[in-house]
C-alpha cells in the first residue's frame, strides 16, 4: 500500500505504511485539505470579525432539580472526579483547557484567549499555512491509477488519490452494513453525533434512495423533537431491513437536560473526568437496557418472518 501502479501493474514498489499510520489516517477527519482550507477559513474570518455563537443555554432554562439517577449537569469539576484527571490541568480550569470565566463563551472567544498574545497567533499561523502549501497527509499513490478491469472513471483518473474518514459524509457505518452480501435484516443504530441525533439517518436515507439500496422509509412526523428525542425510533420497509435508532441524550435518560448533556459532551473537550466518563457510559447503557425487550421483540419478529418464508 503506498506503492505506484499503472493499468494494475506495479510500477514503483514503495515501503509499506504501518497499520497505526494507516488506522489513523482512515479514522482521521483532517485527512481532507479542502476541508482543512474551509475550516481554517472561517475560523480565521470569525476570529477578526467577533463573531459569536452560543453553544450553552442559560441557567433558567434547566430546571433547578435533581434527576433520579442523572444530576443536573454541571461544567465544574467533581472533587472525587479529580483523581482520575491529568495532573495537569491546572486547578479550576474547565475540562477544554480554559478558565471557567471563558466556559459560556464562543468557540472563536476560547481560541482567542487560548492563543494568549498576536506573537502566538502569528506562530500558529506560519505553521498552519506551511501545512496546508506541503500537504501530504491523507495522500496516497491510486494503486488503481488507469486499471483498465475497472469501469469507474472516478476509481481510476487520478494518480494520487487522499484518503479520509467516511464519517465526513456519514458519520455512521450505514454503507458498510448494507451491502447486499451481508443480507442484514436488523440494524442497531446508536447515534452519537454532538447535535443533531438524526442526521446520519437522514443522510443514509438519501444515500440509499441515489444509489437504489433498500432502506427503510423515514417517517420525518417522529423526528420532530430533535432537541428533546425518544430513546428508540423504529423503521420499517418492505424487502428493506429494519432499523432501531438510539439518540444519546434523549427525554429517557436525561430528561429536561437533552441540550445541556450534548454541550458537557461536546467533541471540543479534550479532557473527561472520571465521573463525566461514568455518567456517559451511564446513558449509553440506559438506551439498551430500556430498550431490550424492543430488540428482542424485533429479533423474534424478523426471524419468524424469515421462517415463514423459507418453509413457503
Known sequence: ??????????????E????????????SAIGSKTENEKVIKDIFFSFFKGEKESYSSSKESCPERIVEGFP????????????????????????GGF???????????????GVGSVVDFTR???KTTHGLLTWKWGMNNNFLYKCSALDSTELVKDKVISLVDAGIAINCAFPLVLRPERKVKLILSFDY????????????????KENCIPFPEIDETLLQEPDNPSDCYIFRGEGAPTVMHFPLFNRVNCPAYVTEWRIRFTMLRFLYHVGDITKLLQSARLNVSNNKDKILQEIKHIVACSSMKASS
Open 16 to 27: 509499506e505504511k504501518s497499520m497505526s499510520y494507516l488506522q489513523g489516517l482512515w479514522g
Open 193 to 208: 453525533g454532538p447535535f443533531e441525533p438524526f442526521k446520519a439517518l437522514k443522510q443514509t436515507a438519501k444515500y440509499c
Open 99 to 113: 478558565s471557567q470565566d471563558t466556559k459560556n463563551k464562543s468557540i472563536t472567544e476560547n481560541i482567542k484567549g
Open 124 to 126: 500558529m499561523w506560519q
Open 72 to 95: 443536573a449537569p454541571s461544567l465544574e469539576p467533581e472533587v472525587d472526579d479529580m483523581e482520575g484527571s491529568l495532573p495537569s490541568e491546572p486547578a479550576g480550569a474547565s475540562p
Open 1 to 14: 500500500f503506498g506503492s505506484e501502479y499503472k493499468n494494475g501493474e506495479l510500477k514503483k514498489q514503495k
